[in-house]
């Protein structure tokens, strides 16, 4: 019998109930222990599963690991990206390529305890649609990191245009309603806890204890972070536009106010020409407000350009493992890039 179909998949015999989708960027080191924990939990709590791992062009030794695993069992499968294409666009691809009932995200550093999913699957049998993990606290990150993300999920509640729910984050498990829903939103710029939010659906939280790092060290530098926290409130705010013109009406009001005293005290006293400094000092600043939204301006035209382009979200050098079964009857919603073979 094919491992990859229980009987609980009688009926559509070529789904797995649930795919588990591990996005994994020079997780080598932690790819054996992930398994040995995955594995006896899926086999508690499902009838059938598979194991997706997307491996981000890692350097290390990660995919030959996965490779080893895949051979032995064809419950695990994987996905080579012909580069690094982040972890976001990772999950995207996780997702088009999952054939399960379900799917499951989960990181591969063991951050997210694999046990939890029993929860997330018992959820989903009660009838929800989305499950997500939600973090009960943020000691693993550091105080830099805990502050800014505490910033950015502030501004995100008063300004984004739907609600993020606290602390939830890739950690969940979806029907394939949801996952369907997800996969046509084909957005470069992916903010996915956005996008989660904004394809709604019958949701619930499962508060877990985020666990630290088996080995390795987090690959979202500050940089990579802040593009990130910009590309979540762009996609789902237009309120850095917006300061634009409220700050431009703020100061015309202000200039106007200062044009109308000026001509009454000329009026009044005479005129004399004062306030060269204050000409100088104003010009500079107004300046460099203006620079600074034309560059605001310029981030909304730049994601607008990688948009229009419309190239895929990723390239797929390689398949790996699976038994062999018949594609998913979804149809790819993307056009799929075709491999072309470099000299
Ligand atoms: N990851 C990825 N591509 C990247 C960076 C990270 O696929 O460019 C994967 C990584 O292997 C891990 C998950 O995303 O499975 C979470 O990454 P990490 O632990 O570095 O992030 P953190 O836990 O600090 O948010
Ligand atoms: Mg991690």
Not at 218 to 245: C, E, I, M, V
Request: charged content about 25%.
């Amino acid at each position: 019998m094919n491992p990859a179909t229980g009987p609980g998949t009688a009926s559509r015999p070529l789904r797995p109930e649930l795919s588990v989708v591990v996005p994994a960027f020079n997780e080598g080191e932690n790819i054996d222990a992930l398994i040995s924990n995955l594995v006896p939990v899926l086999e508690e709590c499902v009838a059938s599963f598979e194991i997706l791992f997307v491996d981000d062009g890692s350097s290390d030794d990660s995919l030959m690991r996965i490779m080893r695993f895949a051979e032995a069992d064809g419950r695990i499968r994987a996905l080579r990206f012909s580069r690094n294409f982040g972890k976001e666009i990772a999950l995207a691809a996780g997702l088009d390529h999952a054939r399960g009932e379900a799917v499951a995200l989960i990181d591969a550093d063991l951050q997210h305890p694999p046990e939890i999913l029993k929860i997330f699957v018992a959820r989903w049998r009660e009838g929800y649609e989305m499950v997500y993990g939600q973090r009960i606290d943020r000691s693993t990150d550091g105080p830099i990191r805990r502050w800014l993300t505490d910033r950015f999920y502030r501004l995100f509640r008063k300004f984004g245009e739907i609600p993020l729910p606290e602390g939830a984050g890739d950690f969940r498990l979806m029907d394939r309603k949801v996952v369907d829903a997800l996969r046509q939103l084909g957005e470069r710029a992916r903010f996915s806890k956005g996008l989660y939010a904004w394809v709604g659906f019958r949701s619930i939280g499962v508060p877990f204890e985020v666990q630290e790092r088996l080995h390795g060290t987090s690959k979202w530098g500050l940089q990579k972070l802040t593009r990130f926290a910009f590309d979540g409130l762009s996609s789902f705010s237009t309120l850095p536009l917006k300061l634009a013109t409220y700050l431009g009406i703020g100061i015309s009001i202000f200039a106007m106010t200062y044009a109308v005293s000026i001509a009454l005290r000329t009026l009044i006293w005479g005129s004399d020409v004062p306030g060269f400094p204050t000409l100088v000092v104003s010009v500079m600043f107004f300046s460099g407000i203006q620079l600074v939204f034309l560059g605001i301006i310029g981030e909304y035209i730049g994601r607008i350009f990688a948009e229009v382009k419309r190239r895929p979200l990723y390239i797929v050098a390689e398949e790996i493992g699976g038994d062999p079964i018949e594609k998913p009857e979804a149809v790819p919603l993307r056009v799929k890039p075709r491999a072309r073979a470099h000299p």
